[in-house]
């Protein structure tokens, strides 16, 4: 298969939605709806990443992540559906108890290779070099800026004014920075579950939602589950219980406790295959 025809089984552009919730007017892009496997800013991430490597004479790609990474799930799928050889290094993970994220990859022809967490930091220094085309964690790298221009190419011509405000969640940090170096106004409502945050680029535009819950990543929140299902009761859209369903519920009570004058948007970034992880973990809770 080549990139050409694997377009055309992608819903682009994505729809942008606009819903009300809690009273307040909210336009979602469903970038979850781009495709059932590879969806939201991981495709948008990765479209650069593979044009890349098409027209260089690479002859693999190779990436990190956790076990339940959703890039690393995307990827490797991508490279199976285009013939590509795909090699992943997965960190903290035991060998005896393969997530469905690894399981996956496996069936999709990728090659696993398990490395310690003390190891993630410098495994790409050896590893991008004998021809092989190395993606960074989460997707991150100069090439992903592409598939984030094509992104903000899909919003409404007024999107970068500066009484406009979109909601991104974030782990690499790759999709608001390029956000950032290729918009002007708009502002960026941020907010990152993940432990060790990254560093984002300076800016007066960005806003770091704060959480009323405490939860660690990837944990189990009654109230975090209880606003999921009343907000798919309500709009129809599902959110995952890793990202944007945390972004969501902290950005609306940001809402409500300050008013916007301008366009609301709020990013839906896919990741939503993360439930299944999530449901086998919390089985006792959910």
């Given at each position: 298969m080549d990139f050409n025809f694997l377009l055309t089984q992608f819903i682009l552009p994505s729809p942008c939605e606009e819903i009300?919730?809690?009273?307040?007017?909210?336009?979602?892009?469903?970038?979850?709806?781009?495709?059932?496997?590879?969806?939201g800013n991981k495709w948008r991430k990765l479209e650069g990443h593979l044009l890349h490597y098409l027209n260089s004479n690479y002859t693999k790609i190779s990436s990190i992540g956790g076990a339940h990474s959703n890039h690393l799930h995307a990827l490797a799928w991508t490279c199976n559906q285009l013939k590509i050889p795909c090699e992943l290094y997965i960190y903290g993970h035991p060998e005896n108890n393969l997530s469905p994220t690894m399981h996956d990859a496996l069936l999709w022809n990728a090659k696993l290779n398990l490395i310690s967490r003390s190891e993630k930091d410098t495994i790409g220094e050896s590893i991008a070099k004998n021809n092989t085309y190395w993606i960074g964690e989460g997707g991150i790298g100069p090439s992903a800026d592409l598939g984030i221009a094509k992104l903000?190419?899909?919003?409404?011509?007024?999107?970068?004014?500066?009484?406009?405000?979109?909601?991104?969640?974030?782990?690499?940090?790759?999709?608001?920075?390029?956000?950032?170096?290729?918009?002007?106004?708009?502002?960026l409502a941020c907010l990152s579950p993940v432990k060790n945050k990254v560093h984002l680029d300076p800016s007066n535009r960005i806003i770091i939602l704060e959480e009323s819950i405490q939860i660690a990543f990837g944990g189990f929140n009654e109230k975090?589950?209880?606003?999921?299902?009343?907000?798919?009761?309500?709009?129809?859209?599902?959110?995952?219980?890793?990202?944007?369903?945390?972004?969501?519920?902290?950005?609306?009570e940001f809402l409500q406790h300050h008013p916007q004058t301008g366009d609301i948007y709020f990013l839906h970034s896919g990741g939503l295959q993360s439930w299944i992880a999530y449901n086998k973990r919390h089985a006792s809770k959910t």
């Open positions: 009300i919730y809690q009273d307040l007017y909210i336009r979602v892009k469903r970038d979850d709806l781009i495709h059932p496997v590879v969806s903000l190419a899909e919003f409404p011509k007024d999107l970068d004014h500066k009484n406009n405000i979109i909601a991104i969640a974030y782990g690499s940090g790759t999709t608001i920075n390029a956000i950032l170096n290729q918009t002007k106004h708009v502002k975090l589950i209880a606003f999921i299902s009343s907000f798919y009761e309500n709009t129809g859209i599902l959110l995952d219980p890793i990202y944007t369903g945390r972004l969501m519920m902290a950005f609306t």
